[in-house]
């Protein structure tokens, strides 16, 4: 995905557990979207960033989620107080602007047990 | 809201023939653009094609192209001659291009398989 790193590629966390995970855009990517993607479904959308101001949040499920850009460049997702059903692949996307394609990354496979 | 069917969760086809999978929105919006994505079984989604609401002309990139039919909200992707690397699991999606939202809406994907 045009170089789009997202990190670790799985966690398994205990539930309870607070989780952080990383995506490294591509420079220059100011656009970066969070997605969540349950087991045989499509991505839904969690929140997205132009550089380092956060401009939509309304997809976080719960207060136990936050995202964090702080330079404009890496994003960390992070999930407090895990539950089972925060299982999921959590996809990073990135695109040069707002309605240009987004660039993905692999996802990171996160379960809750 | 936006809303993305995909209404075949599974499609087969023979190596080196053509498929459609079937892709439905609904929008109120009059500015918008539809994306088709492929995801293999790596987890990575790519990005195949992309049919803006005002073009013209049905989007084509290679094998892919987009059938689009505005009348009945319609973006079909068309595969032509097949290759077994193309079995993945298929998305269709939306994102509107005025106003402030601008994440993309997925359908529930098509899962293709490429049969020998």
């Known amino acids: 995905g045009a170089g789009v790193s997202q990190s670790p590629r799985y966690k398994v966390a205990k539930r309870g557990q607070d989780v952080a995970l990383r995506c490294d855009p591509i420079s220059g990517h100011v656009s970066l979207f969070w997605y969540q993607q349950a087991l045989g479904q499509g991505p839904e959308f969690l929140t997205y960033f132009q550089n380092e101001a956060q401009l939509d949040k309304s997809g976080l499920p719960s207060d136990r989620f936050f995202a964090e850009r702080p330079e404009g460049s890496v994003s960390t997702l992070k999930i407090q107080r895990t539950q089972q059903e925060d299982s999921a692949v959590y996809l990073c996307?990135?695109?040069?602007?707002?309605?240009?394609?987004?660039?993905f990354g692999q996802g990171t496979r996160l379960t809750v047990v | 809201a936006q809303k993305i069917t995909q209404t075949q969760p599974g499609m087969f086809v023979q190596e080196k023939e053509a498929v459609t999978l079937d892709c439905t929105y609904d929008t109120s919006d009059p500015s918008y653009g539809l994306f088709w994505y492929k995801q293999p079984s790596s987890g990575e989604m790519i990005f195949l094609i992309y049919q803006g609401s005002y073009d013209q002309q049905n989007a084509t990139e290679g094998r892919y192209s987009l059938n689009f039919q505005k009348a009945r909200k319609s973006a079909n992707l068309v595969i032509s001659a097949s290759q077994l690397g193309d079995s993945a699991m298929y998305f269709c999606a939306m994102r509107l291009l005025s106003g402030s939202a601008r994440q993309l809406t997925f359908g529930s994907g098509t899962q293709l398989t490429v049969l020998p």
């Open positions: 996307a990135a695109a040069v602007a707002e309605v240009t394609e987004a660039f």
